[in-house]
C-alpha cells in the first residue's frame, strides 16, 4: 500500500462531518499526511438576498459573495476549534471554502489538490430519497480522481421496548415486563 500524503475533507458542520473529519486526522496524522479541510458552501445563498428594493433579484453582487464566503469561513473556523489539538498533530493541514455545487466542487478540489484520498461522512436518508437523488457520497465515489473513504457514526442497536417483534415461522421476539 502506498503512503497517504494528501488528504481531503470535506465537512458541512453536521454531526456527521464530526465523524468524519476526526478519522481524517487521525490517518493524517499516522500517514504524516497534509489535510485539506473543505467546506463548500452553497450558491444559491448568494440569489437569496434582497437588492435595494428589499425584493429578490436576478443580480448577484461581488460582495454578497465575498460576505457568504467570509461567514463559511468564520464557521468554519469556530467548528474547526474542537479539533486544535488533533490540528497540531497533523505535519500540515489547511482550510478551503468554496462556493458552488457540492459534488462537482468537491471532485474538483480533489482533482486540483491531487489528493491520494477523500474522507466522508454521509448523512442518514432515507431509503427512497437516496433512490431518486442520491446521495452527495455516493456522486463525489463516482467521479472522484481517487479513492473515497466513507465513514458512518456509530449506530446504536435498539430494541423496541414493550413490544414483541414477529421473526420467521411465527416465533415472537420481545420483553414481557
Known amino acids: 500500500m502506498t503512503r497517504l500524503k494528501k488528504i481531503l475533507a470535506p465537512i458541512d458542520f453536521s454531526r456527521n462531518s464530526r465523524v468524519g473529519l476526526s478519522f481524517a486526522l487521525s490517518l493524517a496524522a499516522e ?3 497534509e489535510l485539506v479541510v473543505l467546506h463548500v458552501e452553497s450558491e444559491f445563498k448568494a440569489w437569496q438576498i434582497p437588492d435595494e428594493t428589499g425584493f429578490f433579484s436576478d443580480r448577484v453582487y461581488r460582495w454578497e459573495v465575498d460576505r457568504i464566503v467570509r461567514e463559511a469561513i468564520l464557521d ?3 467548528f474547526l ?3 486544535r489539538e488533533e490540528l497540531r498533530r497533523v505535519p500540515q493541514a489547511r482550510r478551503r471554502v468554496v462556493l458552488g455545487d457540492v459534488v462537482e466542487k468537491i471532485v474538483d478540489v480533489a482533482r486540483e489538490e491531487e489528493t491520494d484520498l477523500v474522507v466522508m461522512s454521509p448523512r442518514a436518508h ?3 430519497r437516496r433512490f431518486f437523488l442520491g446521495s452527495v457520497t455516493d456522486k463525489v ?3 472522484a480522481p481517487c479513492p473515497v473513504l466513507s465513514i458512518c457514526s456509530a ?7 414493550g413490544r414483541r417483534t414477529p421473526l420467521v415461522g411465527g416465533i415472537l ?3 414481557e415486563a
Do not use: C, D, M, W
Open 173 to 175: 421476539q420481545g420483553s
Open 31 to 33: 500517514n504524516s499526511a
Open 155 to 161: 449506530q446504536v442497536a435498539r430494541r423496541p421496548s
Open 126 to 128: 432515507g431509503s427512497l
Open 141 to 143: 465515489t463516482r467521479r
Open 76 to 78: 468554519l473556523n469556530n
Open 81 to 83: 476549534e474542537k479539533y
